[in-house]
Every structure is written in structure tokens, then in C-alpha cells.
């Protein structure tokens, strides 16, 4: 299995620049286990260096009251690229470790799959652990005759081919030239929400495991059944939770105030719930119907059934209360 790689030499760099004598490190799950070897190197630069080990769910979830409290110079933040640019924080991407006998192994397979369906121009997306693999990729897809496209995206991305649960741009500027998407990475999250923002055919091409797989249309079909049931629920529902997050990258307080005016237009009862850390265990007993989710998309999208309490996006809400259609349902999205 590829290593995952984490060089820690820019984050001393910026640190000794800083003279920081405080440093929070944010580490993600599938590092934790080096925690105290990521905690020894960055010593050489800051003498006192605080692992937040509350979990983290991307660059959208900074430490940024952890930084007042513990009067912290500056934050390393490992894992993602950055999306709001901060003077005292620095973003270590991490990637894996793919050589060129394993990147030509996942090319052979992927092209098998575009001779059987008879692609040859295609968009090259991945997430940010595995967009340092995507120029080597279109290269060698361009010697059998396949035109790949890594778009560039908006602000908000920080790596070009790179795409968030959040922003899908850099696949739907080049939309117009592509028949299909290649995603190049883990998981499924990302894939579905490609299925959503082109309406084209998705390919998954797992490195971790090797295989090589579309996202039909009865994965997307079988998803929109679940959330029009969820819906239709919420359509019966008297009173709604609106959950408020106050984590930098996701706080849509504006949002929640126009769900709040909406839902009580209908003659229905609104709470605003403000929360950090967005889970389910923390809902018991509150007393509502149907919660409505402003943080993270992916709270809904990705772990809907393992919630007790109904809970719904934004635009859900809004179908739900008669202020939308059916028709103008989206996997809510973020501000670009």
C-alpha cells in the first residue's frame, strides 16, 4: 500500500520566520499514530507545540479560538490545502507515495475501462492527497490517445485537479470537452458529488485497492429516492432545529437567520442550535422533528442514516416548507 508522505520542513521554516514560541499542529485521523514524531520534529523550531487531537474535517475547521486560548503564535495545519489564506497559519498537504510501477498499473486499468465504453477525452480530478498524481497520469494517457483536462477551479481550491465536497468547479469549467470524469483517489464521497455536478459519467480508479469503477446512474438514483423520502418527512414536520456551526471555513449564520424567517413564514416553530463539533449523540432529547444542517454538506450527504433525529440541507428545508421545488434540489454547497 502507497505511504502516506508528510515533508514538515516548510512548517519549520515558517515557524522559525514567526519566532513562534507557541504552535498548535492539527493532524488528521490517518496520521495520529506519528503524532508524538510530527510533535519531536517541529521542536526544532518552536519550543512548545500543542497536538489538538479534537478531530478535523479539512481546511474548513481551523483552530481559531484554540489559537486565543492558548496564546499560540502560529497553527500547522497538515492534511489539506488551504482555503482561507491566514498570516499565521500554514496548510502541509500531504500525498502518497505512488511509484511509476503503481501509477502505470492504474493507468492500464483505466484505459481498459475507456476503450469498453469507448471514451477518449475526459476531466482528471482527486482529492488533494492524490493531485500531486494527476499531471504523470495525463501524460501517460495522452500517449494512447486520451485528452484528460485538470481544471483550475476557484479560490477556494488550492491544487488544480483538486476538488472539495464543497466546490466541484474544477470539473464543471471544463465540462464542455470532456465526455466523462476520472476521479483518482478513495472513497466515494467525492465521486457522488461529481455524479451531481456534471451529469456525465464518473470513473473511480481506487489506487489504495486497485480497482476500477463507473458511479452509475442507480447509485445517484437509489441516493435522490432516500432524499426526496427525507423530504417528504420533513414537509410533516412542526418544529425544526437549525444546527449553526462556529468552525471558521463552515459558519453560515446568514443562511440560518433567511431558514429561520422561512420556516415561521410557514407557520412552523425555528430554533437556532450553535454547535462545534457537529454530531449526532449531542441531539438526544432536544425536542424537535427535523434538523436542518448548515455546516459541512457532508454530515447529511455522507451520514444521514446513522442520525435518529430527520436531518436535512438547506435546500431540503426549503423544498420541504413549499419556498422551492422538487425540481431545484442541490447537495447544498458552500460559498466559492
Known sequence: MPELIVDLEGAKKFLREKQAKTAIVQIPEGLKTKTTQIID???????????????????????????????????????????????????????????????????????????????????????????????GIKEKLFRHGIKSFIGKGTSRIATQGQVLGCNYSVVEEVQPAVQASVYFGDGYFHPMGLVFSTKKPVIVVNPLHGTVEEISEKNRDRFMRKRFAAIAKASQAKKFGIIVTVKSGQRQKEKALKLKEAIERHGKQAYLLEMDLVVESYMTGIGVDCLVNTACNRIVLDDSDNWKTLIINPTECLIAIGEKTWEEWVPDEFPH
Not at 51 to 69: I, R, S, T, V, W
Not at 90 to 106: M, R, T
Open 41 to 135: 520534529e517541529l521542536k526544532e523550531a518552536c519550543e512548545n507545540v500543542f497536538a489538538k487531537m479534537d478531530p478535523c474535517f479539512g481546511a474548513c475547521d481551523l483552530p481559531l479560538n484554540d489559537m486565543k486560548a492558548l496564546n499560540a503564535d502560529a497553527v500547522i495545519h497538515i492534511g489539506h490545502g488551504a482555503i482561507h489564506p491566514h498570516k499565521n497559519i500554514i496548510y502541509i498537504p500531504c500525498h502518497y507515495d505512488l511509484g511509476e510501477k503503481e501509477l502505470e498499473k492504474n493507468v492500464s486499468a483505466l484505459l481498459k475501462e475507456l476503450e469498453k465504453r469507448k471514451i477518449n477525452s475526459i476531466a482528471l480530478v482527486s482529492n488533494v492527497q492524490y493531485s500531486n498524481a494527476l499531471p
